[in-house]
């Protein structure tokens, strides 16, 4: 009997963590973008907004390595109001802090295994925040390149 033994790239878990998660945040009332580069220069692995206007950044987590050389996390958390790291099923969760809020997603969907706390923007910052995304959304669609969020 041949045994064939399947190894799963990093991008691959990568891409794989950001759709689910992706999918899992328009279950749960959001719209959500890829890649956006935030106005201090960091790039969210996920933004998005949900219906009553309120922003969330995930970051995706590929395995143990990506988080201990990525420690930015804590720059996200002015540009949002909610924050959550995303990773797959045998991510060792253990290693992630406590604040944030987990979800665990694989290429088609996800769980929320605690909900990222809740820490309101100012109305200023989250004015031109949303007008930023809704910009960079609208470039997207239109096959514009859209480099950064205005805010």
Not at 126 to 140: N, P, Y
Request: charged share 25%; proline share 7%.
């Amino acid at each position: 009997m041949d045994v064939t033994i399947v190894t799963v790239t990093r991008p691959e878990i990568t891409a794989n963590v950001t759709r689910g998660a992706a999918r899992l945040l328009v279950d749960l009332g959001y719209a959500p973008l890829a890649e956006v580069t935030l106005p201090n220069g960091r790039r969210a692995d996920l933004m998005a907004v949900s219906r009553k206007g309120e922003l969330a950044i995930i970051e995706v987590k590929s395995g143990i390595e990506d988080y201990r050389v990525d420690r930015k996390w804590h720059e996200y958390l002015p540009y949002c109001d909610r924050f959550a790291f995303a990773v797959a099923p045998e991510f060792p969760q253990h290693i992630l802090p406590e604040e944030p809020g987990l979800i665990v997603c694989d290429g088609f969907g996800g769980a929320v295994l605690r909900e990222a706390p809740a820490t309101p923007l100012a109305p200023a910052r989250r004015k031109a925040l949303t007008i930023g995304f809704a910009r960079m959304a609208a470039m997207r669609a239109m096959g514009v390149a859209a480099v950064r969020l205005e805010a």
